[in-house]
C-alpha cells in the first residue's frame, strides 16, 4: 500500500509552475498592429496642409426665423425642395389680424363711398325739386305784394285800418324772407359739394387707407418667406434659387421670439462650397490661394477637387464639429472657403470631410518662413488624432 501512494503535492506545485511559466511567456508576445475598419484619407501631395471641413452652400446656410411669436398654421414646403425668392414658407395663424383687416376694408370703402357723393353732387334729381320751391315762394311774394298794395289803397281812402295795413306787409316780408331761402337752397344745390367736406372726406380716406396696409403688414410679419439671394443664377429664367435644407417647426407647434432655433434653413442651389478648418500650428505653412483635394469620410477611394474661394482672416476658436454650442474649444483655427470644382458633385450641406492643400512647388510659407517637406504620406486630421 505504501508504494502505491502518490505525491499529490509535488505534482500540482510542477504543474502549477509549468502553466505559470507558459502563462507568462505567451502574454508577453508582443500585440499585433490592428487593421483600421476604414482606411483614413491620405494626402496625394507631397507636402501639404491638411484640415477638417464641413460642406455648405455658397450663402452660407440660412437660418430663417419668424418676425412674430406665433402657432404654425400651414407648412408650404418641405426639404430638398427648391423655392424661389419671395415663395411663402411657412404661415402663422392670424386670425385677429384677418378680421381686423376686414372690418378696416369695410370701414374705407365707406369713406370712398361718402366721398364719391360729395363728388357727385349735386343729384340731379334733387334740382327740379329746389327749382319748383323757388317759383312757389316767387308765386307767394307777388299774391303777398298785391295784398299789401290793395291794403295801402284802402287805408288811403280812410276804409282800411293800420292793423290790417301791418299785417299785410308783414306777411309780404315773411314771402320775401322765405323766396330768399329758396332761392340760396337752390344755388348751394347746383354749387355742388364744398371743397372743405371733399378734403375731409379725402384725409379720411388716407387715413383709412394707411390703417389698413398697417393691418397689412401685420398680417404678412405672420409669414415667413425666402429672402433676397445674392447669388442669383445667370439664367434668368431659373427662378428657384434656393433649396430647403431643413424645418424645425409643424403645423401646431409653437414658435416664440426669438425662436430657440432657426424655424427653416435655407442654402442657395450653386455649386456647394467647403469650411476648412486650418489648425493655428500649420499656419506658418499656409498659403492661400492654393487647390486643394477633399476626401469624404469612409470613402477614401473618392477624391473631390476644390478651388480656392477666399479665406477669413480672424483665427477662431475650434470647436468639434458636432453642432453643439457646448462643444469643447481646445485650438484655435483659420477658416478657409474652398469651392467643388464640379458643380454636380453628390455631397450634402453639413458633410464633414479630409481636405489637403496642395503646397507642392513652394518655397516658402505665407509668412516668408521656409517650409519644410514631409517624408511619407499625410493622413487625415480625424485619423492623426
Known amino acids: 500500500m505504501n508504494l502505491m501512494r502518490v505525491p499529490l503535492i509535488p505534482l ?210 405672420h409669414e415667413l418667406r425666402a429672402p433676397v439671394s445674392e447669388f442669383f443664377l445667370e439664367d434668368e429664367s431659373q427662378k428657384e434659387v434656393w433649396e430647403v435644407l431643413k424645418i424645425n417647426r409643424r403645423p401646431g407647434e409653437f414658435i416664440g421670439t426669438p425662436p430657440s432655433e432657426a424655424v427653416i434653413i435655407l442654402g442657395d442651389t450653386g455649386p456647394r462650397r467647403i469650411r476648412v478648418d486650418i489648425d493655428e500650428h500649420d499656419l506658418p505653412r499656409f498659403q492661400s490661394g492654393r487647390p486643394a483635394m477633399a476626401y469624404p469620410r469612409g470613402a477614401s477611394n473618392l477624391t473631390y477637387p476644390l478651388k480656392f474661394i477666399r479665406v477669413e482672416p480672424y483665427v477662431i476658436p475650434k470647436q468639434s464639429l458636432t453642432g453643439d454650442n457646448a462643444d469643447r474649444v481646445d485650438t484655435r483655427v483659420l477658416q478657409v472657403i474652398y469651392e467643388f470644382e464640379d458643380p454636380q458633385v453628390s455631397v450634402y450641406v453639413g458633410q464633414q470631410m479630409d481636405v489637403f492643400i496642395d503646397l507642392s512647388n513652394t518655397s516658402s510659407g505665407s509668412n516668408g518662413q521656409s517650409a519644410e517637406p514631409k517624408s511619407g504620406p499625410t493622413e487625415s486630421p480625424a485619423s492623426s488624432t
Not at 30 to 40: D, L, N, R, S
Not at 140 to 152: F, G, I, L, M, S
Request: no cysteine.
Open 12 to 221: 500540482i506545485s510542477v504543474a502549477a509552475l509549468i502553466f505559470a511559466a507558459y502563462h507568462v511567456s505567451h502574454s508577453q508576445a508582443p500585440p499585433q498592429k490592428a487593421v483600421p475598419p476604414i482606411e483614413p484619407a491620405r494626402s496625394p501631395f507631397p507636402e501639404t496642409v491638411a484640415g477638417s471641413g464641413v460642406v455648405e452652400s455658397r450663402s452660407e446656410n440660412i437660418e430663417l426665423a419668424t418676425d412674430v411669436a406665433g402657432v404654425v398654421h400651414k407648412l408650404w414646403v418641405h426639404e430638398g425642395e427648391r423655392v424661389g425668392v419671395g415663395q411663402l414658407l411657412i404661415s402663422l395663424d392670424a386670425r385677429d389680424v384677418e378680421a381686423d383687416l376686414a372690418v378696416q376694408e369695410t370701414m374705407l370703402k365707406n369713406s370712398q363711398a361718402e366721398w364719391n357723393r360729395l363728388k357727385a353732387m349735386p343729384r340731379q334729381e334733387e334740382i327740379p325739386s329746389l327749382a319748383a320751391a323757388v317759383n312757389q315762394a316767387k308765386a307767394t311774394v307777388r299774391k303777398r305784394q298785391d295784398a299789401y298794395e290793395r291794403q295801402q289803397r284802402l287805408n288811403r281812402d280812410g276804409i282800411g285800418t293800420d292793423e290790417e295795413l301791418v299785417s299785410a306787409r308783414s306777411d309780404l316780408e315773411e314771402a320775401q324772407a322765405a323766396q330768399e331761402q329758396a332761392e340760396a337752397a337752390h344755388r348751394l344745390l347746383l354749387a355742388g359739394a364744398w371743397d372743405q367736406d371733399l378734403a375731409i372726406a379725402q384725409s379720411q380716406i388716407q387715413q383709412m387707407e394707411a390703417q389698413l396696409e398697417k393691418y397689412r403688414v401685420e398680417l404678412s410679419r
